[in-house]
């Protein structure tokens, strides 16, 4: 064979190899479809209706959304309203409980403890709770010791009669019709008398037992009252339209708890907003269903506090609100929704 072959063949064998292997290679592999990722269901227990809970429940939405958790693509949602019943309540973690959703979102003091008494293995995050520890919700809010964490719907009351100070210069006499066996409302009314000398303040208070009672409650401080102030109470809110008829009625100005009840026509309004704190409690929420552990997710409280006035309500009432009081609210109102 002549010198030369031998190299020349071993190309050739070489290059046959090569291409043998080309048309021998599997072709590339369609990429695999990925894993669908988890849907979370989220059962929301509902103690009433109320534009107050409605928001904050919307808020909530808005804040697991924020966090990557958008409803129809990876988290659903079971909302169930107990209408003020408590039996309701007790049936509403049943079903959750016996559906094994991931997490309770629970709005109100008794829809958390109804929920809880139930469900003890599953996250509980709730909201609208005044005093987690007063009401018997958790004993250790830093590290919860249930599998409940929260936001908690504080604001200082020292804070509030400073707002309300500046709106009703000479008022004395504040009518408060509430619930006296709802715990968040006790807990409310403790604080506010606490801090109620500072600012010239006196309560005069009207029990209430259920929204039936509330208008003829908010009739007997006719004539005792300057004002009548709203607090955080499920029971006033759910008829707050009875006690802004007898406060316009009787040119008594209502006061409340909550900003956005000036949309209502409310004179003034100070505390958080349901929205905003709504969406911290679903921004915590997302953590938790992320792999957060209750036991080291504190409880938070809310972390604005909003000042609302309602002009017209100023108008119809008579009063002249001072310009550097309007000027320092977070949010103005010139219609009445409610009167």
Known sequence: MHRHARPVI?????????????????????P????????????????????????????FKQGMARAGLV??????????????????LRSIA???????????????????????NVVTDTPVVFGLATDAKAAGILKDTAHPDRNATGVESYW???KHLEAMRKV????????????????????????YKAAAGQYGFEFVEANVTSTNDVQ????SLVGRSDAILIIGDNTVQGAIGAVLKVGFENKLPVLSTDPENAKDGVLTGWGILQ????????????????????????????????????????????LTIPADTLKSADQTYDTLKLQ
């Open 10 to 30: 071993a190309a050739f064998v070489t290059m046959l190899a090569l291409a043998s292997a080309a048309c021998s290679a599997p072709a590339p592999a369609t």
């Open 156 to 158: 200082p009351p020292d």
């Open 71 to 88: 409803e129809g693509q990876n988290v659903t949602y079971d909302v169930q309203n107990a209408q003020f019943s408590m039996d309701t």
């Open 216 to 219: 003829q409650a908010v009739q």
């Open 168 to 191: 009703l210069p000479n008022a004395k006499k504040l009518g408060v019709p509430y619930n006296t066996g709802e715990t968040n409302s006790k807990v409310q009314m403790d604080g």
């Open 275 to 318: 929205k905003d704190t709504g969406a911290q409690a679903g921004e915590l929420a997302a953590r938790v269903l992320n792999g957060a552990k209750v036991a080291d997710t504190p409880v938070e409280r809310p972390r604005k506090y909003w000042f609302t006035i309602n002009t017209a309500a100023a108008q119809q009432l008579g």
């Open 32 to 59: 695999a479809k990925p894993t669908a990722a988890k849907t979370f269901r989220v059962g929301i227990s509902q103690f009433f209706s109320h534009p107050v809970i409605d928001d904050y429940r919307e808020g």
């Open 94 to 116: 049943q079903k959750f409980q016996a559906d094994k959703v991931d997490l309770v979102f629970t709005m109100t003091t008794p829809a958390t403890l109804a929920t809880l």
